[in-house]
T-cell receptor
């Protein structure tokens, strides 16, 4: 069965420091996609970054980078130079390669950035 | 570029009443998804449309739930005879079928409270 596991319910980070949010996944598919979304208290899911299973380079988008270790089935999100506005829930998701391409989400990590 | 919009943002209803939510996807997106998110969890897939065709429904979608996407534009999700267990955030997402990331972009959600 396909599954996303996020083992950190909550994390603290000091403003301007880097933080890593963990994500492991389970799938028997050879082709898949991994996503990270940010959900502020307002509720909207904001797309951050994408990694394809065949991508050889780790994805980067501004202050976000994805540490993709295929053999270990991990796709950790690294946020550099944390800002107060980064305080939110963060969800890792995997796109299922069936007829729907739906996303399977982990349970999320709540990040709090301290001033 | 206008994002995904959802209406209403909040809905409070009494048990047994019917409710209907609307989602307007990004205009050129042909794929539309509905997810449900309960407190402290990641979103769970409910149903998927490609253009106007509903191609997949989750087992979470009981016979009290129905979704439509007439003419492949906006979509509606109706819940009949609401129950307290239906209280959740209902999220709509859309994506453009392509050979790339097929990233799903989410709306702000409709938060349903069933009294």
């Amino acid at each position: 069965a396909q599954k996303i596991t996020q083992t950190q319910p909550g994390m603290f980070v000091q403003e301007k420091e880097a933080v890593t949010l963990d994500c492991t996944y389970d799938t028997s598919d050879q082709s898949y996609g991994l996503f990270w979304y940010k959900q502020p208290s307002s509720g909207e899911m904001i797309f951050l970054i994408y990694q394809g299973s065949y991508d050889e380079q780790n994805a980067t988008e501004g202050r976000y980078s994805l540490n993709f270790q295929k053999a270990r089935k991990s796709a950790n999100l690294v946020i550099s130079a944390s800002q107060l506005g980064d305080s939110a829930m963060y969800f890792c998701a995997m796109r299922v390669m069936d007829s729907s391409y739906k996303l399977i989400f982990g349970s999320g990590t709540r990040l709090l950035v301290r001033p | 570029d206008t994002g995904v919009s959802q209406d209403p943002r909040h809905k409070i209803t009494k048990r047994g009443q019917n409710v209907t939510f609307r989602c307007d996807p990004i205009s050129e997106h042909n794929r539309l998804y509905w997810y449900r998110q309960t407190l402290g969890q990641g979103p769970e897939f409910l149903t998927y449309f490609q253009n106007e065709a509903q191609l997949e429904k989750s087992r979470l979608l009981s016979d009290r739930f129905s979704a439509e996407r007439p003419k492949g534009s906006f979509s509606t999700l109706e819940i009949q005879r609401t129950e307290q267990g239906d209280s959740a955030m209902y999220l709509c997402a859309s994506s453009l079928e392509d050979r790339g990331t097929d990233t799903q972009y989410f709306g702000p959600g409709t938060r349903l409270t069933v009294l």
